[in-house]
């Protein structure tokens, strides 16, 4: 078999033509059109990338933030908290301070009434008492009240022993007496005798008026004292009235 070579030279010429012209205005653009197409995609996936980190970084710093105003919210209301028990413990105190102090001033004020009570009845009591006796002795006994006050009291200088007669004597050169009345020569005589008897002879004796007895007789030296006194009576009633209001108050001061 005989080649024509010209015929395949042509032929490769041709393909070659083919190729280039293939090349040059079919598989280059094609391929330049897919390379930028990738390229593209590419940008795209690197912009993907950028936003989702961005929006991470986002995140994460919006969760920082938002933790960071849950601790301040809870700070916050920590301290709201303590102010809350700081201010009602004070509010506290000061209602105990006050329902104390007027628990206080309402004691102070009872026992004030109580000893202006006391105090009246115990005026009224003796009042009572010196205008009773006065008027029995003077019915039953045809004697004085002030003649029996001043035996009483005679017959209580008797019954000293001998220390307390050298007490109401020891460094002694005046003995004073007082009585709730006004005592008469014969009363004043009586006394005398029975002091220079009991006491001290020749010890000189004066006497005075003292509305704080009462009802009785005192007898003062340097260092000792001997009275008679209606109101060493009059304390046990007094101590009577006092056990009386006690009950009530006790449970006033309980409510």
């Not at 390229?39 to 710093?61: K, P, V, W």
């Not at 009059?234 to 209001?245: Q, S």
């Amino acid at each position: 078999m005989q080649v024509d070579w010209i015929t395949v030279s042509a032929q490769i010429v041709n393909f070659l033509i083919l190729v280039w012209l293939l090349k040059r205005f079919l598989y280059q653009p094609v391929i330049r059109a897919m390379d930028s197409r990738e390229q593209r995609i590419n940008q795209r996936l690197d912009d993907a990338r950028a936003s989702q980190e961005e929006a991470d970084r986002q995140a994460a710093h919006y969760r920082e933030e938002r933790e960071e105003l849950e601790r301040q919210r809870t700070g916050l209301l920590d301290q709201a908290r303590d102010e809350a028990a700081r201010e009602k413990k004070q509010m506290l105190q000061a209602a105990r301070a006050e329902v104390r102090e007027t628990r206080a001033q309402w004691h102070r004020q009872t026992a004030q009434e109580r000893a202006e009570l006391l105090e009246n009845l115990r005026g009224r009591a003796a009042e009572a008492v010196w205008t009773t006796a006065r008027k029995t002795l003077s019915d039953l006994a045809n004697a004085t009240l002030e003649a029996q006050i001043v035996e009483v009291f005679v017959a209580r200088l008797d019954a000293l022993d001998a220390g307390e007669r050298k007490a109401l004597a020891r460094g002694s050169d005046k003995i004073r007496i007082a009585s709730a009345f006004e005592l008469d020569s014969g009363l004043r005589a009586r006394l005398t005798r029975a002091v220079h008897d009991c006491i001290a002879e020749g010890v000189e004796v004066t006497y005075a008026v003292s509305e704080e007895l009462l009802c009785g007789i005192r007898l003062d030296s340097e260092e000792q004292q001997l009275s008679w006194n209606l109101a060493d009576y009059l304390d046990g009633l007094a101590t009577r009235i006092e056990a009386a209001f006690s009950p009530r108050e006790s449970q006033q001061a309980g409510d």
